[in-house]
């Protein structure tokens, strides 16, 4: 075990720079990879195992954080030497034996053993590993990650992932990338997951239960025996979706999409990379919450594939999303676009002095203001540019930045190279105003 002294880690380097949440993430260094090899026990609620980090230091270390929840360490290794380390405040501090050059690639190894459990925040409630009645999910945004392995919380700093999970043989898991192996011995299965395409950290995500495997086509659907007839039901316009969704957004980002129903309750559904999960109560054989569907779905282009720079960019999510399901409405036979973009526009939330979408606040970055506001934005930008040049727009956007992260000026620009002209007044009325234009 590292000795238990105070590491003093480079200034600055305990913080992301987040405009809103700079003490989640850590500077100094990138990530490369991480390599997860866990064991969940899920009558203990017990997770163990060792979290392998590959990173590049961006400056001279001689000390540098994680972000990690309340786990018991046995080992915390640089570059295969022992390492002197403090652990507290959600922070692990590192301090390697030798220090790292600026450029140099290391590797982090920490051995960790507890009961995960949730972070609460007023903001949004529990986020990260949470039991279920049989099983486990894990739902980090925008700051959950930290509550099952060792990273830097940061959207911006992507990175692969392999992850090996061990849990006792009746349970399925389904985690973020393609299965590429799985062992079972007497009483366990070894899962093995891998992502190549660059991940966010809150975006990866394990669920573990007992589900039955349903091929949608183009889509694996992970669900409770009791609720697959009507899931079948819910869930089985997914093909449409994405013959939709790529034909307004450009290809599926991804090379594996697994839609996972909990056999508990759920507020809200939630996505992650190449993943979306949702609750028991989402599924009733009658396709009302069909619209959640194609949010999470368009959640893999915008947010997944295009990450945010800076949370305070959170719009360029969830307002895509939201849009998404307006676009869908449109062309499944429901109300158009214009006529959702009209009542939405004289909803209550978008009356009078609020958040502004480009910019919300801490408090308000999972507003209706951000959701309804951002597709407003979207739509009126449509209406702007006409279907062809904006619809260009949204493809060339998330070719020009697939897998990687973006901010609202980036998208801002692009929209004025495909109109031709300055739109500054334009965003400044929709994205920069406490008021939004009629």
């Known amino acids: 075990m590292g000795a238990h002294v105070t590491a003093q880690p480079e200034p600055g380097a305990d913080r992301s720079g987040d405009s809103y949440l700079p003490a989640h993430g850590n500077g100094g260094y990138r990530v490369r990879h991480y390599d997860l090899d866990l064991e969940y026990r899920p009558v203990a609620n017990r997770l163990s ?40 405040g959600h922070k692990l501090r590192v301090k390697p034996a030798r220090s790292i050059a600026e450029g140099a690639e290391f590797t982090v190894e920490v051995r960790y053993a507890g009961n995960p459990e949730p972070l609460s925040s007023p903001e949004w409630g529990d986020v990260g590993w949470d039991e279920l009645t049989e099983g486990a999910l894990v ?131 939630i996505e992650a990379q190449g993943m979306a999960v949702f609750g028991a109560g989402h599924v009733d054989g009658r396709r009302t919450h069909e619209r959640l569907v194609v949010h999470e779905f368009a959640h893999q282009w915008f947010g997944n594939s295009l990450t945010v720079a800076d949370w305070r960019h959170i719009w360029l999510n969830e307002g895509f999303a939201t849009y998404a399901e307006w676009l869908w409405s449109e062309s499944s036979g429901g109300e158009s676009a214009d006529t959702l973009a009209r009542r939405w526009r004289g909803a209550p939330a978008q009356q009078g002095s609020g958040p502004r979408i480009a910019d919300p606040g801490i408090s308000e970055m999972f507003s209706e203001r951000v959701y309804k506001g951002g597709a407003l934005t979207l739509h009126a930008l449509r209406g702007e540019l006409g279907d062809d040049t904006f619809f260009a727009l949204l493809r060339d956007w998330t070719s020009t930045h697939r897998h990687s992260t973006v901010t609202t000026a980036e998208f801002t620009a692009l929209a004025a190279r495909h109109a031709g002209r300055s739109l500054d007044r334009f965003f400044t009325a929709w994205l920069d105003s406490d008021v939004l234009p009629r």
């Open 139 to 269: 739902a980090s945004q925008p700051i959950g990650a930290p509550t099952w392995f060792p990273c830097n919380d940061h959207p911006a700093d992507k990175a692969t992932y392999r992850l090996a999970l061990k849990v006792p043989a009746p349970y399925t898991v389904v985690a973020t990338g393609g299965l590429v192996d799985r062992r079972r011995s007497a009483s366990t299965v070894r899962w093995v997951f891998e992502r190549a395409e660059p991940t966010a950290p809150y975006l990866v995500s394990v669920q573990i239960g007992y589900y039955d495997d349903v091929d949608l086509g183009g889509a694996r659907l992970f669900v409770p025996t009791r609720l697959r007839e009507n899931a079948l039901v819910d869930f089985g316009r997914q093909p449409d979706m994405r013959t939709a969704l790529e034909g307004w957004f450009g290809p599926y980002p991804f090379g594996d999409y697994a839609v996972v129903v909990t056999d508990d309750e759920l507020d809200d559904p």
């Open 49 to 88: 195992g060792t979290a392998r980090i590959t990173a590049v230091a961006t400056q001279p270390l001689s000390a540098f954080t994680l972000d990690f929840t309340d786990y018991k360490l046995s080992r915390v290794q640089v570059s295969g030497t022992n390492a002197r380390y403090t652990h507290r």
